[in-house]
């Protein structure tokens, strides 16, 4: 018995695999500012799970359960990166300095909040708003 590869198969193999692309990619966020990654490659990562998405399901489906608009994403994203160097001036330090405090979170305990990962977390809306915007533009139709 020969198996056919239907939609089926690819649509149960993004349920599992986009919650893995995204945990990866939200590892990869928050490792940023210590190690490699940051807001560009975690937001590449987002970005090719919700393609993923968008290939295995229809465009509406995934625009219903998703009703993002990733043109604001990305200005929001613009917004926030801009604001934390800017921040910077009212302390009269460098554009874009940073700094970081240790706080005891619970279940966490001791946890560094730096301000670099709010700078990140901008780069991450503009890469996910920029590239779902480029991609989806592409991908409809209207002849």
Same mark, same amino acid.
């Given at each position: 018995?020969?198996?056919?590869?239907?939609?089926?198969?690819?649509?149960?193999?993004?349920?599992?695999?986009?919650?893995?692309?995204?945990?990866?990619?939200?590892?990869?966020?928050?490792?940023?500012?210590?190690?490699?990654?940051? !807001?560009? @490659?975690?937001?590449?990562? +987002?970005?090719? *799970?919700?393609? #993923?998405?968008?290939?295995? %399901?229809?465009?509406? /489906?995934?625009?219903?359960?998703?009703?993002?608009?990733?043109?604001?994403?990305?200005?929001? !994203?613009? @917004?926030?990166?801009?604001? +934390?160097?800017? *921040?910077?001036? #009212?302390?009269?330090?460098? %554009?874009?300095?940073? /700094?970081?405090?240790?706080?005891?979170?619970?279940?966490?305990?001791?946890?560094?909040?730096?301000?670099?990962?709010?700078?990140?977390?901008?780069?991450?809306?503009?890469?996910?708003?920029?590239?779902?915007?480029?991609?989806?533009?592409?991908?409809?139709?209207?002849?």
């Amino acid at each position: 018995m020969k198996l056919k590869f239907t939609d089926v198969f690819l649509q149960t193999a993004t349920k599992i695999l986009v919650y893995i692309i995204m945990t990866f990619s939200i590892y990869i966020l928050f490792a940023g500012h210590h190690n490699p990654g940051g !807001g560009f @490659i975690g937001g590449l990562i +987002t970005a090719s *799970a919700l393609v #993923l998405l968008y290939i295995a %399901f229809d465009f509406r /489906t995934v625009r219903d359960i998703l009703p993002v608009d990733f043109k604001l994403l990305a200005a929001t !994203g613009v @917004i926030v990166s801009v604001l +934390t160097g800017t *921040a910077s001036f #009212l302390f009269d330090v460098p %554009f874009l300095s940073q /700094t970081f405090r240790y706080v005891d979170l619970p279940l966490l305990g001791k946890t560094e909040l730096a301000s670099a990962f709010i700078f990140d977390l901008g780069v991450y809306m503009v890469v996910v708003g920029t590239t779902m915007t480029i991609i989806t533009s592409i991908s409809e139709d209207d002849k």
